[in-house]
């Protein structure tokens, strides 16, 4: 009995092991797969990096007591350089398979190849697959700039450049700027004038050269520095039934402006040369010479209009009017103030009315004065204000004449100012705009320390801007802020000090 049970066990125990070798749906995968290179790669079809090397981990635990096999399934747009194409790892121990691959002439550019790596244990059981995305690339043979502004750099702000046109298209670049080399976006932006360099390389490209040193394509553009114009009126005299407008335009360079003139308004088009006007350019400087002003054009406002690459300017108005003042001035009096004025000529002048103020705001019209009619030549006139004697604690008055000419139209003088006895010296003698419009500089005539009010104020009475501030004795210069630009136009100054007031016309040229 123990012999049988021996011997069945014995047979027992073989049939066992025979069933554990045999039967190959009753055993584990026993392996594992890693990259060991970047498994999202590219590949050049020429230049750099035409080899693509790939590095698999195989590693097999010995679980079962089995061999690991594996092979490498590579596309037809992808061909083996170099390396084993499949190859089998022994029961537990750990493998390297390192091929090399390269393009094919069916590789389409820009296209993303899956090459895939997959194993088995000797004999059985489904694969486990490690992929390989693979990007066909093309070194860079083509790149250019486009600049903001055809490169022109305006009143120094910043412009862009961006690389553009990188051939093959497909490529995948990297940029690389001689401004800043750290920059590696496909666009800079500069305000720097001069010449600019821009490098687009990728790993097809001669990588071994390292790249400060030139690697890559290369190109190259030049910006240059402008300005908004600077549009300065020369001239603006009526004479002999003719207008005569002349402007000196100029920017960094004096070339590529375009300077025009336009009756009534900036907006309305540009005057060319024929009938009643003409237009000369003598280098930057450009003449308007209207004839027939009366009755063709009386009262009305021209306007030069200055445009290079970098913006538009536009001057202050030069009207046509019927008579050219040659000088108009006053001188207090022990009787009042004396005014008296002259006209070069005269075109259908009917009238003159003396206007006068206290504030150089307000103005009241106290007397009016025959004029010539039509006249070519000089023609003199004065007024006795009597009243001035009675307003003396105004300490300053202002006057101006208002013309009008048959016809019924009208135009104005600028304002002059007179000094009343007995009150002191109060005057602005100059003032600018500074920066942009936004730093106001002036002088004071003033007799004593103290406080004055500061305004400033547009021609049609609309106030734009107060403050006060300590004034001194003497002649002094004062700055002030302004808290913005003052538009293109002209202005008045006023400062006021007790019962003293002083007001000056200035003009904001933006």
């Known amino acids: 009995m123990k012999k049988l049970i021996y011997a069945l066990g014995s047979s027992f125990c073989t049939l066992f092991f025979l069933l554990t070798i045999t039967l190959p749906g009753n055993a584990q995968v026993d392996y594992t797969l890693k990259a060991i290179s970047s498994q999202t790669p590219s590949v050049c079809t020429s230049g750099a990096n035409t080899g693509l090397t790939i590095v698999a981990e195989i590693k097999d635990s010995g679980a079962n007591g089995m061999a690991t096999d594996y092979v490498w399934d590579i596309p037809p747009e992808l061909n083996l350089i170099s390396g084993s194409q499949s190859g089998s790892v022994p029961n537990n121990s750990t493998g390297y398979s390192i ?14 190849y899956t090459v895939t790596l997959t194993a088995t244990y000797n004999g059985g059981m489904g694969p486990v697959p490690l992929d390989f995305k693979v990007t066909v690339n ?25 690389a553009v046109n990188v051939q093959p298209s497909a490529a995948i670049p990297a940029y690389e700027w001689d401004d800043n080399p750290a920059e590696a976006n496909s666009y800079l932006y500069t305000s720097v004038a001069g010449s600019h360099k821009v490098r687009a390389y990728n790993l097809c490209n001669n990588t071994e050269t390292p790249p400060e040193q030139g690697n890559g394509i290369s190109a190259f553009t030049t910006t240059t520095a402008e300005v908004t114009p600077n549009l300065t009126i020369n001239q603006c005299t009526n004479a002999n039934d003719q207008l005569t407008f002349a402007v000196t335009a100029t920017d960094n360079d004096n070339a590529g402006i375009t300077v025009t003139f336009h009756e009534g308004d900036p907006a309305n088009p540009s005057i060319t040369t024929g009938g009643d006007y003409s237009i000369t350019q003598s280098n930057n400087q450009y003449t308007l010479v209207v004839n027939n002003v009366n009755p063709n054009h009386n009262n009305t406002n021209f306007y030069a209009k200055a445009v290079n690459s970098c913006g538009t300017t536009i001057s202050l108005a030069c009207l046509a009017q019927p008579i050219e003042l040659e000088y108009f001035s006053g001188r207090y009096t022990e009787e009042g103030v004396l005014l008296d004025w002259a006209t070069a000529t005269e075109t259908n002048n009917d009238f003159f009315t003396i206007e006068r103020s206290a504030d150089g705001l ?8 025959d004029g010539a009619g039509t006249s070519f030549f000089t023609q003199t006139y004065d007024y006795l204000d009597r009243e001035a004697v009675l307003l003396k604690e105004a300490g300053t008055l202002y006057y101006r004449l208002k013309q009008t000419d048959f016809d019924g139209a009208t135009s104005y003088s600028d304002l002059i100012t007179v000094q009343v006895e007995g009150f002191a010296e109060f005057e602005i003698p100059a003032v600018s705009l500074r920066e942009g419009g936004t730093h106001l500089q002036f002088q004071l005539q003033n007799s004593q320390n103290g406080q004055a009010l500061l305004s400033i104020y547009r021609l049609d009475g609309q106030q734009v801007f107060h403050t006060t501030l300590a004034t001194s004795k003497g002649l002094q210069t004062y700055q002030v802020d302004l808290p913005e630009a003052l538009s293109s136009g002209m202005y008045l100054l006023r400062l006021e000090s007790g019962k003293q007031a002083a007001v000056k016309k200035f003009i904001s040229l933006r």
Do not use: Y
């Open 138 to 162: 093309a070194p860079i043979t083509n790149v250019s700039i486009s600049s903001e502004n055809g490169g022109v750099i305006c009143d120094n702000n910043v412009i862009r450049l961006d």
């Open 99 to 112: 091929i090399t691959i390269g393009t094919t002439s069916s590789a389409i550019l820009g296209v993303t």
């Open 362 to 369: 307000n103005f009241k019209a106290i007397a009016e004065i």
